[in-house]
């Protein structure tokens, strides 16, 4: 019987979560359409971004709402460290509400929109307000659906290039899986400043990657969401700060709020957080490349198992030299076989996989129905009842 993250296809059917799963196992294969799609548009990428990038004076907002977002906070550091530009992410729902710490009028900004369905009433406001506030606004949409609004709207702009995701990203299920990873990938690939053969390369090696994980680990993950764990940390430092919060977000979602999912960093957890951990409690840490960030990364996970009041942890990374080393019961592992040579920013995208199949996983075991956890429309897919108003400068309040 041929299986589908650790079930049937007429299983998944039956619970009302095969579009989830499909997304999620389908992601090797669009993320080489997306390669596909790269190569034919490298050169428009390249003049529209490489030498506005290498102007000190330019700013960078990456920008998207819930999952949105994350993708872009993922990338940022990664992205300003490599650029003479300033770049930072800043979620809509923050441009929106305090459009006065973010945006300068005589400082050039492009703004980068990730946008699944490009409906959402946030990623419209933004660009309208970009446009309001900003002289010389540049805009790259990067969004799974040619029909939405962001993308129609924007189509025939001098300012704007909009990068389209390959069909199959535009999730028909309830949370973002593939949409989220080929928006991300995407990203890093335009960004990047390494040449394009080496771009799409990195590519082709996350997606053969990401198809040995699938493979490796779906009964791993399937067996732990069957566990009663009703607490789930997610823990990572780096960019691995926001592939943590996606983690945590997923697990909310697809557990329609009853499974309650928190995200920190290593260090962070300490600080107060850590109170949060019973024996029905299960601890998930995405291990870092960097040298330096593993040894703290091992301090904690030495000072877990030594503690035992978590009912398990999780450790997911690259196995190796360098791999953080533990030898206890409440410890499970989801590794890599080897090395790749990848950022952190980079293999956010493969640790995300595994999240994603827990969360679907987790969902079921409840008796949810993952393609739409929320059947009363308490939550929808595309956000609604978001009233947008005019942004009107006001006075500032000046203490002497």
């Not at 007429?10 to 090797?28: C, H, K, N, R």
């Not at 307000?129 to 990067?142: H, M, T, Y």
């Not at 960093?265 to 291990?287: A, D, E």
Request: aromatic share 6%.
């Amino acid at each position: 019987m041929n299986t589908l993250l650790n079930r049937s296809a007429s299983d998944w059917q039956q619970v009302q979560g095969l579009a989830t799963a499909e997304e999620i196992a389908q992601q090797p294969r669009v993320w080489r359409e997306l390669a596909a799609s790269l190569a034919d548009h490298q050169t428009q990428l390249h003049a529209f971004l490489d030498a506005w990038l290498k102007e000190p004076s330019h700013r960078v907002i990456l920008t998207g709402a819930g999952s949105s977002a994350y993708v872009g906070q993922t990338l940022a550091d990664e992205i300003n460290r490599d650029w003479p530009a300033e770049v930072r992410a800043v979620a809509t729902t923050s441009l929106l509400t305090h459009p006065e710490l973010y945006l300068q009028r005589e400082q050039p900004t492009l703004l980068v929109s990730f946008a699944r369905s490009g409906n959402s009433p946030e990623s419209l406001a933004a660009v309208e307000l970009l446009r309001q506030q900003i002289d010389a606004p540049r805009f790259l949409n990067i969004t799974c659906n040619a029909e939405g609004e962001l993308y129609r709207n924007n189509a025939a702009r001098a300012d704007t290039l909009n990068l389209l995701m390959p069909a199959a990203s535009c999730d028909r299920g309830f949370a973002m899986t593939s949409s989220f990873s080929s928006m991300q990938l995407a990203a890093l690939a335009a960004f990047s400043r390494a040449p394009w053969a080496e771009r799409l390369a990195r590519l082709e090696l996350v997606a053969s990657r990401a198809e040995a994980l699938l493979a490796q680990h779906a009964a791993t993950l399937a067996g732990l969401a069957a566990q009663p764990f009703d607490r789930i940390v997610y823990l990572g430092s780096g960019p691995l700060e926001a592939l943590a919060q996606e983690s945590a977000l997923k697990v909310l979602e697809l557990t329609s709020g009853r499974v309650l999912a928190f995200s920190n960093t290593l260090l962070g957890f300490r600080h107060g957080p850590k109170s949060m951990l019973n024996g029905q409690s299960l601890v998930v840490i995405f291990q870092s490349q960097d040298a330096h960030a593993r040894r703290y990364e091992q301090d904690l996970l030495n000072e877990l198992l030594r503690d035992g009041i978590a009912g398990r942890v999780l450790l997911i990374g690259e196995a190796g030299p360098g791999a953080l080393q533990g030898d206890n019961p409440l410890l499970s592992r989801a590794l890599s076989a080897e090395p790749s040579g990848l950022s952190d920013s980079w293999l956010t995208t493969l640790w995300l996989i595994l999240a994603q199949q827990y969360a679907l996983h987790r969902s079921v075991a409840l008796g949810l129905t993952p393609d739409n956890p929320f059947p009363d429309g308490t939550v929808n897919r595309v956000v609604q009842g978001v009233e947008i108003y005019p942004y009107v400068e006001s006075a500032r309040v000046h203490c002497d």
